[in-house]
């Protein structure tokens, strides 16, 4: 049979998908889960100065160190781990490591470089619409994220506490709900408009074309059930909180600030139920830090050249980082009326993907996880040639939620401890 040209025009008007079931409706179980189980990734992306960073020895019985004093009243709530990585970070430029530290693919940013799922978009496809936000990608600074999809699209991060705020908690006046359901209602005529002619034009494709379209129609797919669920929450009320709306930090000089905004935030959002995966980018703000004791910006005194007045200027900024990060361990550990606490809950990874920034070594990364159902208390050293998969953490902390995997981008296998 002949093949007959088809033009984009054609292709686009007819291609259509099945209709999916409600997902809310067939989750509802996991919804109403007392403890349901949580992840938080943060990221420092400029590194942290490793001598002060890493215990002298391994074990339970280290000696905390410089950063590590902050935080040291949490021990037996977190885990310290040497010697993880990812292999072949090295790529177009050299902070090109950032985009693939929750994911491990190789060679960022070279040519034919296409991105894989990062773990918090994994976790976050696996838990589904069972919160109004699968996931909520936040930067201290830009856009730019570390989160992206299983087709390596990056999601871009939320950078203003309060725009996050009010999409969390404000509901809007009764014109903005009408407008914003509308929109969605279009979104899904546009699909059932496509459906309706599919028939007309599977008889006039190839089997390779038709292969195309049947991946095509995942991606659609999936839109569609993200469509039905994003409308089901669209009908139900936000939650209602106490807490004042907060306030954006202004200055990009203020690096401390921004970190602390959207910690603050992130206990809210959980104890809400309004997304269980959370992420944070802090990032490179290219301006010298309000931080006392500073006067040279955070980007050049991480590659310090061993110089002491500019690595005694970065363990100032990294110590108020640790500390910021130590107050919302705090947040988390605080009891609830039923006796638990969020960070029992919460798996938190805290980390970078930079082992030494001077260098732009992405090897034997300053790792720390706390929370959730893993033991704890110990610093943790893998030793050898090769760094240990960092993957290898990421497949155990997607079991901490629930997912039944045994991989992770180059993961060799779960990483074990006790």
């Given amino acids: 049979m002949a093949m007959h040209a088809l033009n984009r025009r054609h292709f686009l008007r007819a291609s259509g998908i099945a209709l999916a079931l409600p997902w809310l409706e067939t989750m509802g179980n996991v919804a109403n889960d007392a403890t349901p189980p949580r992840m938080i990734n943060i990221c420092q992306t400029l590194g942290l100065y490793?001598?002060?960073w890493f215990p002298k020895s391994a074990g339970a019985d280290y000696e905390p160190s410089e950063y590590l004093q902050h935080i040291d009243g949490f021990r037996d709530r977190y885990t310290l781990f040497s010697g993880l990585g990812h292999k072949n970070q090295t790529g177009r430029q050299a902070h090109n490591s950032e985009?693939?530290?929750?994911?491990?693919?190789?060679?960022?940013?070279?040519?034919?470089?296409?991105n894989t799922q990062s773990v918090d978009q994994a976790a976050s496809d696996f838990l589904g619409y069972v919160t109004r936000f699968p996931s909520i990608v936040m930067a201290t600074n830009s856009a730019q994220s570390q989160s992206f999809t299983s087709g390596g699209v990056m999601v871009p991060a939320e950078v203003s506490p309060s725009s996050l705020f009010a999409k969390l908690f404000l509901q809007g006046d009764a014109a903005a709900v009408a407008k914003e359901t509308q929109r969605l209602t279009d979104g899904g005529s546009i699909l059932d408009h496509l459906q309706a002619e599919t028939s007309s034009l599977l008889p006039r494709m190839s089997?390779?074309?038709?292969?195309?379209?049947?991946?095509?129609?995942?991606?659609?797919?999936?839109a569609e059930r993200e469509l039905v669920s994003v409308k089901a929450w669209h009908h139900k009320p936000k939650p209602t909180v106490t807490t004042e709306s907060?306030?954006?930090v202004e200055s990009s000089a203020d690096l401390i600030g921004r970190i602390s905004a959207m910690f603050k935030l992130m206990p809210l959002i959980l104890e809400t139920d309004s997304s269980r995966v959370l992420s944070l980018m802090i990032q490179d703000h290219g301006v010298v830090p309000v931080v006392q004791g500073v006067s040279v910006d955070h980007h050049n005194l991480s590659h310090?050249?061993?110089d002491e007045s500019k690595i005694s200027q970065l363990r100032l900024v990294e110590n108020a980082i640790v500390i910021?990060?130590?107050?919302?361990?705090n947040s988390l550990s605080e009891k609830r009326d039923d006796g638990t606490s969020l960070l029992e809950s919460t798996t938190v990874l805290f980390g970078s993907n930079l082992g030494n920034a001077n260098s732009h070594s992405a090897v034997d990364l300053p790792i720390l996880v706390a929370g959730g159902p893993l033991p704890h208390g110990k610093h943790h050293v893998?030793?050898?040639?090769?760094?240990?998969?960092l993957s290898n953490l990421f497949v155990?902390?997607?079991?901490?939620?629930?997912?039944?995997t045994e991989t992770f981008g180059h993961s060799t296998e779960p990483l074990v401890w006790s």
């Fill in 382 to 389: 893998y030793e050898g040639e090769m760094n240990t998969p």
């Fill in 99 to 114: 985009i693939t530290w929750l994911t491990s693919a190789e060679h960022p940013g070279l040519d034919g470089f296409v």
């Fill in 304 to 306: 310090h050249g061993q």
């Fill in 246 to 248: 907060p306030s954006d």
């Fill in 50 to 52: 490793a001598d002060a």
């Fill in 396 to 404: 155990t902390l997607l079991r901490t939620i629930g997912m039944e």
């Fill in 324 to 329: 910021a990060f130590g107050e919302l361990l």
């Fill in 207 to 222: 089997g390779a074309d038709r292969h195309k379209l049947d991946a095509y129609y995942e991606a659609l797919r999936s």
